[in-house]
């Protein structure tokens, strides 16, 4: 019926238990001739590794424009800034979200596989530093107080999504009431941390909207868990 990715068909051949000849055409053969069986086994590699090559390419190209750009702002604003002031001052910090930025995606240009799973090890790994950064260079402490809680709640909450999704993907009602039920967490907590660091209660509005989409969560999630229950106790 279709034809699935050419990097497939050798194991799958394996598993059916036919050679890739066999399994191209559709037939079992008499007597497969095995020099042509693994004549057809090289051009499919050949054929899988000049993909990866070509992909590979297109990636470090974009990589070396990628890089190229960051560090030319970066210069640019060196220049700008001492020319200005004399000294390097606003500049600093630009350069220093450049560097996160780049460090961020990283994982997108380099690796080959589990690009989400590294790049949130990148993020976890990395956020708290540039926040620490930022907030020496403002000379703002409270930048770093604030901003650390602010992603190590976020950081918890994204790994709690991303676990399900990467456990069982083929349920989706399931793993999309699962995160519904992580944002109120993280909504809560967000708007807790701002409220303690500025030291003001949070106003009414915010309290009647958090409350609000925190009710339409719940409702959306219990919807999503019980169709999936009675899906699975109907198959």
């Known amino acids: 019926i279709s034809c699935p990715d050419i ?15 066999e399994l191209l055409n559709g037939e079992k053969c008499a007597a497969p001739e095995k ?18 090559q070509k992909v590979d390419r297109v990636k470090g190209i974009l990589f070396t424009c990628f890089s190229s750009s960051v560090i030319l702002a970066a210069v640019i604003c060196f220049i700008c800034d001492f020319c200005i002031t ?7 910090l630009t350069a220093s979200s450049l560097l996160f930025s780049w460090i961020l995606l990283l994982p997108l240009f380099k690796a080959r596989k ?20 930022l907030s020496r260079l403002l000379s703002l402490p409270a930048i770093y107080k604030m901003g650390a809680v602010i992603a190590i709640i976020s950081l918890l909450g ?13 349920r989706k009602l399931y793993v999309t009431g699962i995160l519904l039920l992580v944002i109120i967490p993280i909504m809560w907590g967000i708007n807790g941390t701002v409220s303690f660091f500025i030291q003001q209660p949070l106003d ?11 009710l339409v969560l719940l409702i959306i999630a219990a919807f999503c868990f019980s169709k999936e229950f009675f899906r699975n106790r109907k198959q």
Do not use: M
């Not at 990097?7 to 000849?21: D, F, R, Y």
């Not at 994204?158 to 083929?170: R, S």
């Not at 009414?204 to 925190?214: I, Y």
């Open 7 to 21: 990097s497939l068909l050798i194991p799958l051949a394996q598993i059916l238990g036919v050679t890739t000849s």
């Open 204 to 214: 009414p509005s915010t309290k009647f909207v958090d409350s609000l989409t925190t």
């Open 35 to 52: 020099s042509k069986d693994v004549l057809v086994e090289e051009t499919l590699l050949y054929s899988d590794r000049s993909a990866a």
């Open 86 to 92: 004399g000294q390097l001052t606003w500049s600093l």
């Open 114 to 133: 589990n690009i989400i799973r590294k790049s949130l090890l990148v993020l976890t790994l990395t956020v708290i530093p540039y926040l620490a950064v």
């Open 158 to 170: 994204l790994w709690c999504i991303y676990i399900p999704f990467l456990k069982i993907p083929h």
